[in-house]
């Protein structure tokens, strides 16, 4: 067994880099003509769109760093499986940043609905297995709560489903599926308070 500081410290850095790249995406708007505070306004406002994509991206990925951040916490030790399915779940969430511009560029087109959904979907899934992996290798500490091991065991697929799912809103509109994922982590988010209070 290893220890798992240099695992969960790469994590941490990967996300903040991804993170990072999101915001570097967004354009400063370009003004024809005198600007004033009406022509900036508008100017801005013709950038709505990408500035709800990278909303998207930056709470998609706060949920999944969110995921794994809490599995660790009861993850007393590492060995080569572990680090390797952490590094299957770096290559989904270094992805990121380009589904987010693919999206941003053709947000009317179901193809990039489903590019931006695979990584996350791709993340979700590996996440649980890094907790499946844990529990029968004997890396989990003894003293994790039912409610969270419980919880660990289905956020992966269930969060990985609701996002697949989502892609069936396109059929009526894309951009009814943009907005389900705000939904969607909202409700994660209750779903894990719900099992939080499971001792």
Known sequence: MMGIERLVGLTDD?????????????????????????SLAAALAQEYPSLIDFGVSFWVAALLWMAHHRIFQYIKASDVGLLTLNLVFLFFIVLIPFVTRVLDSYESVQV????????IVGASLTNGLIWKHASSADLVDETAPKG????FRIQGPVTSAMFALSILLSFVETYLTVASWFVIVLGIHLLERRYKRQR
């Open 112 to 119: 990039a609905l489903l590019v931006f959904v695979a990584p």
């Open 14 to 38: 990967v996300f903040a880099f991804a993170i990072t790249l999101l915001v570097l995406e967004l354009v400063t708007p370009v003004i024809t003509g005198p600007v004033t505070n009406s």
């Open 148 to 151: 969270a091991r419980k919880w």
